[in-house]
């Protein structure tokens, strides 16, 4: 009998798998064992949610691994580990560094990129995605590598 865990809520920024997708992981687990720990945050799971639902479909024990870090450190380790390995689509991406950049809009989009895994572009794109459904920071000002703010650049008409 495998042990109950629950779900971090920030797991919960990407889809559980459906169908083909399922099974097929189902499958490669039957056949090559669990490759990948889960890991856990404050004791519920943080990544490795359908995972864990293939091993209790197996009876197989689920490895765990724990996750050290704040909140702010475990969103992004969601992101980063999800946001590639998942098959999604540009809209859906963005709608999810969107919640990055909302939870932390202190942190230069070079910041963001380097903790997901993007193109600090793409956090540009969510960010403005945020900011224009009132959510993000409007204030944000522009940092220098050094960590030194820049002035903003005046816009021209």
């Not at 999810?96 to 600090?120: C, F, N, T, W, Y």
């Amino acid at each position: 009998m495998t042990i109950e865990i629950k779900f971090q809520p920030l797991a919960d920024l990407f889809p559980l798998m459906e169908g083909a997708e399922f099974d097929a992981l189902v499958a490669d687990i039957k056949a090559n064992g669990l490759r990948e720990l889960i890991t856990v945050y404050q004791n519920k799971i943080l990544d490795g949610r359908n995972r864990y639902h293939a091993c209790r479909a197996l009876g197989i024990e689920p490895r765990l691994t724990p996750f050290t870090g704040d909140d702010g450190a475990a969103r992004a380790f969601v992101i980063s580990k999800n946001l590639h390995r998942r098959h999604l689509d540009p809209e859906t991406k963005i709608k999810i560094l969107a919640q990055l950049v909302a939870a932390q809009p202190e942190k230069s989009d070079r910041k963001l990129a380097k903790e997901a895994g993007v193109d600090h572009k793409t956090i540009a794109k969510a960010r403005k995605k945020d900011q224009g459904q009132g959510q993000g920071a409007q204030t944000r000002q522009p940092h220098h590598r050094s960590g030194a703010r820049r002035p903003r650049r005046p816009v021209c008409p």
